[in-house]
């Protein structure tokens, strides 16, 4: 088992400091989302565990060990940035050998790894956006990393190649650790066990996905006939929208629809159980859940 | 760093023809004056066999330039922020860079040395080694400062491969430049001296700067 411990860490970029005292500690293997907006910090958070970016002051420890004065440690962290680093003009396959002669690795096997066989013989910069990242992504899992630092994978991807990105990752990431950052809700509870929110350069939320709940919860049904006389619900668009405060009350409402002859075709959730810490991020920084920077258990 | 020169040698090459081309133009011009000169012999002022070595120095200078691109655009796709996150330091960065500028001039140059020396030996004509020695020294002296130079201050270049000049042109024209006019004002041993200090400073300039870059060149200064 291995574990990620930042300890009061700041960095940035010359002498300004983008990050504040970050404290967090990841411990067991899962998929840790960095939420945050733009501009938050994530990225720099990234360069700074991967050793890109020197911290002004903290430690980084990778299973106990100072991933800023041992190499050894640090060559156990794997970072894709938002840049797909790879030779342009060389074939796909050229240019995992590349990376693969640097770090180590076998290309071949990341190539079955990530179904990249048809695209190997390739020019990078002949790839779409899609491909490009796939490969990208390759490069990452060349050899056995401890931790794997993924930012904002799917950025400028359609939704559809950011599914199937995601895929990937969730299918590779079965006993790893995995810091990935983004700004998308969605993406962020479609792939992630752990959040860590960001704000300014502090963390101001580590807790599981499954332990944020929203103060108020919108459903979205559709249904044959007029439910608003039966619940209190209002019409927006193709939906009936019930605010119920849990999911509880949401199953009543249906099986009181459903007792008076209603047949519901569709009910979902419409807003992310992130949208309002996300919200409350970008303005007033809300500390519903655990203080910030303690160590999600 | 296994390999790592030659494949970014390589690469360069494959990046950017017209460098290399210009290179090859000004190397073969700088043959065929010296070819000349050593034919002519004893006829020649020996101080006249420093001005080859100059347009030689120079198309080494030119065929490397496309490694300098390379780094500019490595900077920009992010394939240097890639390398420090696998444990490379500043200084391994530009060390691989230079070997890479260096190995290729070197192709050029053993090009050039060869076509010299057979001239030198079906002639006899010993002066030719002069500018051999001269376009060895100036060339990699020249090369080694301005690689060096061009990536320590590359955050002033933004522009791609190809997009514009290189900076290190810049750099790079002054320090040579004076070499294509010394050996017809300044008498023999002057002009050797004087291009010799050209060497040591270039050479010196850029060891100091090799040492210096870690402390110097901030990583973030190789980010994109």
């Not at chain 1, 156990?76 to 995992?96: C, D, F, G, H, R």
């Not at chain 1, 006389?229 to 927006?236: C, G, P, Y």
């Not at chain 1, 193709?238 to 459903?258: H, I, Q, R, T």
């Not at chain 2, 870690?214 to 980010?223: G, N, P, T, V």
């Amino acid at each position: 088992m291995h574990a990620l411990e930042l300890n009061n860490v700041s960095s940035g970029y010359n002498k300004q400091v983008v990050l504040h005292d970050i404290t967090f500690k990841l411990q067991e293997p899962s998929i840790y989302v960095v939420l945050g907006p733009n501009g938050a910090g994530k990225t720099t958070l990234f360069r700074t565990i991967a050793g890109i970016l020197e911290p002004f002051s903290g430690k980084i420890l990778l299973d106990d060990q100072d991933t800023t004065t041992s190499g050894k440690t640090r060559s156990k962290i794997s970072y894709l940035s938002q840049y797909n680093a790879m030779p342009e003009e060389m074939t796909v396959y050229n240019a995992l050998k590349f990376y693969s002669d640097i770090e180590g690795g076998d290309p071949d096997k990341v190539i079955d790894l990530l179904d990249l066989g048809q695209l190997k013989n390739k020019r990078f910069s002949d790839l779409s956006q899609g491909q490009k990242k796939r490969a990208a992504i390759a490069k990452v899992f060349l050899h056995e990393s401890d931790l794997y630092l993924l930012d904002e994978p799917t950025a400028n991807l359609d939704p559809a190649v950011s599914k199937e990105i995601r895929d990937i990752i969730l299918k590779l990431s079965k006993d790893k650790m995995i810091l990935y950052s983004s700004h998308n809700l969605y993406e962020a509870t479609d792939i992630g066990t752990y959040l860590i929110l960001i704000k300014n350069g502090s963390v101001t939320l580590f807790d599981k996905i499954s332990n944020i709940k929203p103060k108020q919860y919108r459903v979205g049904i559709k249904a044959s006939t007029d439910i608003s006389k039966i619940v209190d619900a209002h019409r927006e668009g193709d939906y009936f929208v019930l605010n119920v405060s849990s999911p509880e009350e949401a199953g009543l409402a249906l099986k009181k629809l459903v007792e008076n002859g209603v047949l519901v075709t569709e009910m979902r959730q419409l807003d992310n159980p992130l949208q309002e810490l996300f919200e409350s991020s970008n303005g007033k920084v809300e500390k519903t859940q655990k203080e910030p920077q303690q160590v999600a258990k | 760093m296994p390999n790592s020169a030659v494949i970014f040698a390589k690469r360069s090459l494959i990046l950017s023809k017209i460098y290399s081309a210009v290179g090859i133009f000004f190397a073969a011009f700088g043959v065929f004056v010296s070819i000349a000169f050593i034919l002519a012999g004893q006829s020649v002022p020996v101080a006249y066999f420093l001005f080859p070595a100059a347009f030689m120095a120079f198309g080494m200078l030119m065929f490397s330039t496309s490694v300098i691109l390379l780094y500019v655009y490595d900077k920009n796709n992010g394939v240097l922020e890639y390398l420090l996150s696998l444990g490379w330091s500043q200084s391994d960065i530009f060390k691989c860079y230079l070997k890479s500028a260096l190995l290729i001039s070197l192709t050029l140059f053993t090009a050039e040395f060869t076509a010299n020396v057979v001239a030198i030996v079906i002639t006899g004509a010993l002066q030719g080694l002069v500018t051999l020695a001269f376009t060895a020294m100036l060339g990699f002296s020249a090369i080694s400062l301005i690689t060096i130079a061009m990536m320590a201050f590359s955050s002033l270049q933004k522009q791609r491969v190809g997009a514009n000049s290189p900076l290190a042109l810049t750099i790079g024209v002054p320090i040579i430049i004076p070499t294509f006019y010394i050996p017809f004002f300044l008498p023999l041993y002057v002009a050797i001296l004087v291009e010799l200090f050209i060497v040591a400073l270039a050479g010196g300039l850029s060891i100091v700067l090799l040492i210096l870059s870690s402390r110097l060149i901030r990583r973030e200064k190789m980010l994109p």
